[in-house]
């Protein structure tokens, strides 16, 4: 019988994975100096060497979410680079920021990194973040966007939003304050009762129970894994999850009709509770060049297609080997 992994972000990490992948440890965090000065943290899997796909994380998460693209990513020769937005894992926190604000720190982590060409998959919260840089960056750098189940505008209309989403968007835009002190205190309970001996057996239980055969990953070290991606977002604090609870309830600084990138690809679950497809399919039809693909899936149950939109994504930028 599978143990049921508990859901501790809105996040596409929290979508089940099939068998955690091994050496979180081996992929090192790296930094930039931005031009204002702050710090963006990111981290890369898959391929050095392969075509690069910025992967922008959900709400609340971190860099290591990609982590478990890994695997993917080596199977088909691509360059997974995953930042940390402002205020999650070891992104400076960056006060007053907007949506729009994202395409300069992309920008200069590009040109620390020396790409001229790559595609970009938000994911869940990721996912405006996403569609705002299709809009701000030059449109030849971008060989595709994607946005995977992705965080909805509220202009679309509240009446579709969950309650518990309605009320976090309340209380981070008029008592930003109070709502910082009581997530750090709900996560700091959250951290301590992940230690606690029966959340440990129940962890290590469903790791058994998911492992794949040829998955030699031990046991403790897949649960330091998936405690350090479900955490990782509030290394610094919650001052950044309620910034961005008030982002998303706003206005995301520019309008759908003015995106002239041709074209933004959307996957969505018709399933999906946590960012119901009533927004997305707003959101497509205002866009004037954009694809929406929806599927009979939930936010969870739709990560199991990873593999498919990010190869869909970045499979034509592959060089093709040379015939013989």
């Not at 008592?175 to 009762?193: C, K």
């Not at 309830?249 to 509770?273: L, N």
Request: hydrophobic share 35%; proline share 7%.
């Amino acid at each position: 019988m599978k143990v049921p992994l508990p859901r501790l972000s809105f996040s596409l990490s929290t979508a089940t994975p099939t068998s955690i992948p091994p050496g979180l440890a081996s992929f090192p965090d790296k930094t930039v100096s931005l031009r204002d000065g702050r710090v963006l943290g990111y981290t890369e899997y898959g391929c050095p060497s392969g075509y690069p796909l910025l992967y922008f994380h959900g709400w609340p998460s971190s860099r290591l979410e990609a982590f478990l693209t890994d695997s993917i990513a080596k199977r088909h020769g691509i360059r997974i680079i995953s930042p940390d937005r402002p205020g999650f894992g070891i992104s400076t926190f960056q006060p007053h920021r907007r949506i729009i604000d994202w395409p300069n720190d992309i920008q200069d982590l590009t040109s620390h990194l020396k790409i001229s060409r790559f595609a970009i998959l938000g994911g869940s919260g990721g996912g405006p973040y996403a569609v705002a840089c299709a809009h701000a960056l030059p449109h030849d750098s971008l060989s595709a966007v994607g946005v995977l189940a992705g965080a909805g505008p509220w202009i679309a209309g509240t009446q579709d939003v969950p309650l518990v989403s309605r009320m976090m968007g309340v209380a981070a835009n008029n008592v930003p304050w109070a709502f910082t002190s009581m997530t750090n205190m709900l996560v700091g309970s959250l951290l301590w009762v992940s230690g606690t001996s029966y959340i440990t057996r129940w962890l290590d239980n469903w790791i058994e129970s998911t492992r794949k055969e040829d998955d030699k990953t031990p046991t403790q070290e897949g649960r330091q894994a998936l405690l350090r991606i479900a955490f990782e977002g509030f290394a610094q604090g919650s001052r950044g999850f309620v910034h961005e609870a008030q982002l998303l309830s706003q206005d995301w600084g520019f309008r759908f009709e003015d995106v002239t990138y041709d074209k933004i690809r959307i996957w969505h679950g018709t399933q999906d509770a946590n960012s119901p497809i009533q927004l997305t399919r707003y959101m497509a039809e205002k866009l004037p060049h954009s694809e929406l693909q929806e599927w009979d899936d939930t936010h969870y149950t739709i990560g199991e297609r990873l593999e498919e939109v990010i190869t869909e994504l970045v499979t034509k930028e592959i060089p093709k080997p040379a015939s013989s």
